[in-house]
């Protein structure tokens, strides 16, 4: 999740700043264009994994669909279609969602496998293993820390969880 919501703030970015700054010479509104239609290519593609890896299904939209050939009338359907915009809306949101999860799983995962192994390392540094107020500096404690370690895990893969589900609500309503 993290990676994509960087990758997809790259590129919305530097199209958007290209095209607002390209404006001027009339390239930018067809570049503007260009990456909210591209931004419907993402959302495909986001549908698609969170379809395989969290066994949902999130259906295509139906409101940029018109009855027109003509390219400028297809175009404008799907540039005011409210699937465009909620869409654009679920990839910004990717990148802030992601530090959030990345966050959470990695603190949570680093200081359970921290106490999980508390009895090899708590004499390699010289003060011991410190986790806020407890500082675990004997064997007794590193040995205390196992059992904490493993319902740690435990909770970090409920959170795992947890994320997905709430995840793959936000893909359902903005996809």
Known sequence: MF?????YF??????TALGVGLTVVLVGVPL??????????LCAF?????????KLNV???EDALTDETALWPQIRARVVARSTWTGLVYLVLKLP????????????????????????????PSTGIELG??????????????????????VSMFLFNLTARLLGKVALILL
Request: charged share 10%; net charge negative; aromatic share 6%.
């Open 32 to 41: 503007l264009i260009g990456v909210l239609l591209g931004s419907r290519y």
């Open 97 to 124: 969602l992601g530090i959030v999860v990345f966050g959470l799983l990695a603190v949570s995962l680093g200081v359970s496998v921290g106490l999980l192994l508390a009895p090899f390392i708590y004499t390699v």
């Open 10 to 15: 790259v590129l919305l970015t530097v199209g």
């Open 133 to 154: 107020i407890w500082t675990i500096d004997t064997l007794a404690e590193a040995v205390i820390a196992v059992p904490i370690g493993i319902i740690g895990l435990l």
């Open 3 to 7: 990676p994509l919501g960087v990758a």
């Open 59 to 61: 259906q295509p939209p």
């Open 46 to 54: 986001e549908r698609e994994l969170t379809n395989k890896l969290l």
